[in-house]
């Protein structure tokens, strides 16, 4: 196919038509290297199409070009560059320089990015500054902002797991000058204590509510006029040091149709940049601003800051993890519920321990006398092994199962994030796990120890309880509202 569509090329028949073929085609990686043995052949004709009279074959040949990659293109595309007159094609140079070394062009991007600025903005001037802008930046990351917003007052919303928000309102409001309200999969909080709110554990991330109120529209100018003339710039401002403009990112909630987000974002994006007095720059790669838009259904939407210049470190000991890792603010909540049960002469072991955040947040959250960790993969073990580093903890981790382990003296708390049907081939294996939870259990739990499972098989969970009378259960406590996953808290009653 790329040899049909480069002779037709060649011989000039639909040159701009099949230009356009052979760019979609070569987005393919086994496709584009076809494409290059053909382009080695045909160098010179290629780079001739930069000069064809045609503006829609020279944007192709800029594009094709980039994709080559050869660093001796590095000069011709620049020098086209400066040579073109066809301003909408400035930025598809641009695209293409970003797939090379152009450092040494830095100064000249610079001056054509300021030259731009001081002029009127047309739509493909903007694209091309735009793009100016990611190469400089991608080059010299821009200068980040320092947050200074932590003695202000604050309206915040910790978004939090489904049925646990009271929880996690209680502890906000144990904070001085904290108050609050739960919502729906959240907390909103007012507090003069910002320093405090953030270093709680059990929430999932931490959104600024700085227009509490529901805009009742979910059209992306309406939204962004609104937030503009409720003085989002200022807010911004005040809780930075730093007055230079702010780079932005537009994220939306709410819904599952991606035409209607993507909209949304675009048109919100677009009329932010416009009418910001150039304060608010759209670039999603360096962003420190999020605004979040959740939508409310017909009633319009709710639009909430989230500050990447206020770093979240409460986990920053987590350099590794798996696609079945525990989210970290779930076992800090998992801890939560165990507190009352916790002893600080307390022997503790994760059967299946991973790559060890519920055994990090364990060793975290009050003193014991001794922590394990097993687990059969040991690429699991290093991760866990450089996390619990990271954490200043010493943990013993063990590569090894958990039927071949045997141990001195028994433990006061076994706690577990219990593998699921996922991680195996078969159901069969994830059964395997649950018998041996229980068996080994037994052996390794001291007298009125305490066992911690985070299960998402409550079915499975339930048949092992009815089969193992030893354990008392103490508590069980659903984790998700949908009832997907539940922690059990049991006790052993052997004497």
């Known amino acids: 196919m790329i040899k049909k569509l480069c002779a037709d090329i060649y011989s000039g028949n639909n040159v701009r038509e099949n230009m356009i073929r052979l760019n979609q085609s070569v987005r393919e990686e086994s496709v584009l290297d076809e494409f290059l043995d053909e382009y080695y052949e045909h160098e010179d004709y290629f780079i001739g199409l930069l000069e064809h009279e045609d503006a829609k074959v020279r944007k192709n040949a800029v594009k094709l070009l980039g994709?080559?990659?050869?660093p001796t293109l590095l000069d011709v595309l620049f020098q086209h560059y400066q040579a073109e007159e066809t301003?909408?094609?400035?930025?598809?140079y641009l695209?293409?320089?970003?797939?090379?070394?152009?450092?040494?062009?830095?100064?000249?991007?610079?001056?054509?990015?300021?030259?731009?600025?001081?002029?009127?903005?047309?739509?493909?001037?903007?694209?091309?500054?735009?793009?100016?802008?990611?190469?400089?930046?991608?080059?010299?990351?821009?200068?980040?902002?320092?947050?200074?917003?932590?003695?202000?007052?604050?309206?915040l919303l910790l978004i939090v797991p489904r049925g646990h928000e009271e929880?996690?309102?209680?502890?906000?409001?144990?904070?001085?000058?904290?108050?609050?309200?739960?919502?729906?999969?959240?907390?909103?909080v007012t507090t003069k204590n910002l320093k405090n709110v953030r270093d709680i554990r059990t929430y999932q991330a931490l959104l600024f509510d700085f227009y509490p109120t529901l805009i009742p529209s979910s059209d992306?100018?309406?939204?962004?006029?609104?937030?503009?003339?409720?003085?989002?710039?200022s807010y911004i401002r005040e809780r930075h040091l730093e007055k230079h403009p702010f780079l932005f990112r537009v994220d939306v909630r709410g819904t599952k149709d991606v035409a209607i987000k993507n909209q949304?974002?675009?048109?919100?994006?677009?009329?932010?940049?416009?009418?910001?007095?150039?304060?608010?720059?759209?670039?999603?790669?360096?962003?420190?601003?999020?605004?979040?838009?959740?939508?409310?259904?017909?009633?319009?939407?709710?639009?909430?800051?989230?500050?990447?210049?206020?770093?979240?470190?409460?986990?920053?000991?987590?350099?590794?993890?798996?696609?079945?890792?525990?989210?970290?603010?779930?076992?800090?909540?998992?801890?939560?519920?165990?507190?009352?049960?916790?002893?600080?002469?307390?022997?503790i072991l994760d059967s299946f321990c991973g790559?060890?955040?519920?055994?990090?947040?364990?060793?975290?959250?009050?003193?014991?006398?001794?922590?394990?960790?097993l687990d059969i993969s040991e690429q699991a073990i290093q991760a866990a092994w450089e996390n619990s580093r990271r954490a200043g903890l010493d943990i013993h981790l063990i590569h090894r199962n958990f039927n071949d382990f045997r141990h001195e003296y028994k433990f006061d708390e076994i706690l577990t994030d219990m593998p699921r049907t996922a991680n195996f081939r078969g159901k069969d294996s994830t059964e395997y796990c649950y018998e041996l939870l229980f068996t080994r259990g037994r052996e390794l739990l001291a007298s009125q120890g305490i066992m911690a499972v985070y299960s998402e098989d409550g079915r499975l969970m339930e048949k092992k309880l009815a089969e193992n009378l030893w354990l008392k259960r103490i508590r069980r406590i659903p984790m998700t509202k949908d009832g997907t996953s539940w922690l059990y808290i049991l006790q052993n009653k052997d004497k």
């Open 95 to 155: 695209a293409a320089l970003g797939e090379f070394e152009y450092k040494v062009y830095l100064p000249e991007l610079k001056e054509r990015w300021k030259t731009l600025g001081a002029q009127e903005r047309t739509k493909h001037s903007a694209e091309e500054i735009k793009q100016l802008q990611k190469l400089i930046w991608k080059a010299e990351p821009p200068k980040q902002h320092t947050f200074c917003g932590e003695a202000m007052e604050n309206r």
């Open 355 to 373: 790559t060890g955040t519920l055994l990090i947040e364990r060793a975290l959250a009050a003193p014991y006398k001794s922590i394990y960790g």
């Open 87 to 92: 301003q909408f094609l400035k930025s598809d």
């Open 220 to 233: 992306g100018k309406v939204i962004g006029k609104q937030i503009l003339q409720k003085g989002l710039i």
């Open 67 to 70: 994709r080559v990659g050869d």
């Open 167 to 188: 929880t996690v309102l209680k502890q906000a409001e144990c904070i001085p000058q904290t108050q609050g309200r739960v919502m729906p999969g959240g907390c909103l």
């Open 264 to 347: 949304l974002a675009k048109d919100l994006s677009i009329y932010l940049e416009a009418n910001s007095d150039g304060m608010l720059i759209n670039e999603s790669s360096f962003y420190e601003v999020e605004i979040r838009v959740i939508l409310a259904g017909t009633k319009g939407s709710r639009v909430f800051l989230k500050l990447t210049s206020m770093p979240d470190k409460r986990f920053s000991y987590r350099k590794y993890a798996a696609s079945t890792s525990m989210q970290p603010s779930k076992a800090a909540l998992i801890m939560h519920y165990m507190k009352p049960y916790f002893r600080p002469t307390a022997n």
